[in-house]
Nanobody, 122 residues
Framework: QVRLVESGGGLVQAGGSLRLSCAAS????????MGWYRQAPGKQRELVAR??????????DSVKGRFTISTISRDNGKMTVALQMNSLKPEDTAVYYC?????????????WGQGTQVTVSS
């Protein structure tokens, strides 16, 4: 089992910045990437950014150039990634969920954090 614990989030004005962190512990050898999804009211959950164990990254088109995902630390079976969000827009308002796909498994078996609210005021 892998436990994902998120921190960060909150309320910020448009144009501001926030940083989210996600710490993974437990059987981290099971996962080969970590990332963030978000879900706004009435909308489907969408991938925001992901970083793979080899260092490659993926971003949603809507956040490219504004958000950066990075690995903060990786040792002793623990991994921490951060999502730096700059030039935030009201449409970035959502609950952000940390996600970790299980190596070789269907996405139904992904690990998820509890979610953290990001609110961007206009």
């Amino acid at each position: 089992q892998v436990r994902l614990v998120e921190s960060g989030g909150g309320l910020v004005q448009a144009g501001g910045s926030l940083r989210l962190s996600c710490a993974a512990s437990g059987s981290t050898f099971e996962i080969n990437a970590m990332g963030w999804y978000r879900q706004a009211p009435g909308k489907q959950r969408e991938l925001v950014a992901r970083i793979w164990s080899g260092g490659s990254t993926n971003y949603a088109d809507s956040v490219k150039g504004r958000f950066t995902i990075s690995t903060i630390s990786r040792d002793n079976g623990k991994m921490t990634v951060a999502l730096q969000m700059n030039s935030l827009k009201p449409e970035d308002t959502a609950v952000y969920y940390c996600n970790a796909p299980r190596r070789g498994c269907d996405p139904d078996y992904d690990y998820w954090g509890q979610g953290t609210q990001v609110t961007v005021s206009s």
